[in-house]
């Protein structure tokens, strides 16, 4: 097992935001999470990411505790992570985007950047990110001039491109046309491939079911259901919190 979270509780300014979250993910799985806005979801990325802290519980990262980890140490232990919306970075190339994956998060990594020799390699690099999710042909174009699809995939080149072993995708479809979202599921084919292990949230039933292996269903900080995707989905449970419907 890849990733596990075991009995984690989290609490921001004395509100319990996740309770009891317990859940593994083996090495080349795709684990999809679910469930209504505020139902605690990214708040899970961000303790895997190290941004939020616990209260109680471990998480544990290639079996080992993975406390204490600071959040501009996580990519250096093979964790990447996608945005859900990259409107900041608008003015910058496809290229120069996913080549902000291979810096350090430091000053002086900012600064070594700044030597041909080392720009050549992390744009070397960058470009074979890109060309695994088949977006070479972005590489010099501005962000703004492309479709949400185009953004998201780059983005996720860009957590790609340190050699990542687990990917977090916030959100990926969102934003994103039904008829291109193919382009995403695409994408995430290839990361599988590649051996990839992924951990993504969407709002997109049908996009969850057909792109994740299993499948978590959350309301108001809580594991509602855990399992196949098709499984988890038709509950009764998550029918009511996530979809809105009653039980027949």
């Known amino acids: 097992m890849l990733?596990?979270?075991?009995?984690?509780?989290?609490?921001?300014?004395?509100?319990?935001?996740l309770r009891d979250i317990s859940f593994g993910v083996d090495q080349g799985?795709?684990?999809?999470?679910?469930?209504?806005?505020?139902?605690?979801?990214?708040?899970?990325?961000?303790?895997i990411s190290a941004v939020v802290p616990t209260v109680a519980?471990?998480?544990?990262?290639?079996?080992?505790?993975?406390?204490?980890?600071?959040?501009?140490?996580?990519?250096?232990h093979?964790?990447?992570?996608?945005l859900q919306s990259t409107q900041y970075f608008?003015?910058?190339?496809?290229?120069?985007?996913?080549?902000?994956?291979l810096l350090k998060n430091s000053v002086w990594g900012a600064l070594r950047f700044t030597d041909h020799r080392?720009?050549?390699?992390?744009?070397?690099?960058?470009?074979?990110?890109?060309?695994?999710?088949?977006?070479?042909?972005?590489?010099?174009r501005p962000l703004k001039e492309l479709s949400s699809a185009v953004q998201k995939l780059a983005d996720m080149a860009r957590a790609l491109a340190i050699g990542t072993e687990l990917?977090?995708?916030?959100?990926?479809?969102?934003?994103?046309?039904?008829?291109?979202?193919?382009?995403?599921?695409?994408?995430l084919a290839e990361m599988r491939r590649l051996g990839r292990t992924i951990v993504l949230i969407d709002h997109d039933p049908g996009f969850v079911v057909a792109n994740c292996d299993q499948l978590m269903a959350m309301n108001f900080g809580e594991v509602l259901r855990?399992?196949?995707p098709d499984e988890v989905m038709s509950s009764a449970e998550v029918k009511r919190s996530y979809l809105g419907q009653e039980a027949d």
């Open 167 to 187: 990917v977090l995708l916030d959100e990926p479809t969102s934003g994103v046309s039904a008829s291109e979202r193919g382009a995403i599921s695409d994408a």
């Open 3 to 17: 990733l596990q979270l075991k009995e984690v509780d989290v609490e921001l300014g004395g509100v319990s935001i």
């Open 118 to 140: 080392r720009a050549d390699d992390a744009e070397s690099r960058a470009m074979a990110a890109l060309d695994l999710l088949d977006l070479g042909g972005y590489a010099h």
């Open 226 to 228: 855990i399992g196949a």
């Open 57 to 76: 519980g471990e998480v544990r990262f290639r079996g080992e505790p993975f406390g204490g980890v600071t959040p501009h140490r996580v990519r250096d």
């Open 90 to 101: 608008n003015d910058l190339t496809v290229l120069n985007l996913v080549s902000l994956g």
């Open 78 to 82: 093979g964790i990447g992570r996608s």
């Open 29 to 47: 799985e795709t684990l999809g999470i679910v469930g209504p806005n505020g139902a605690g979801k990214t708040t899970i990325l961000n303790v």
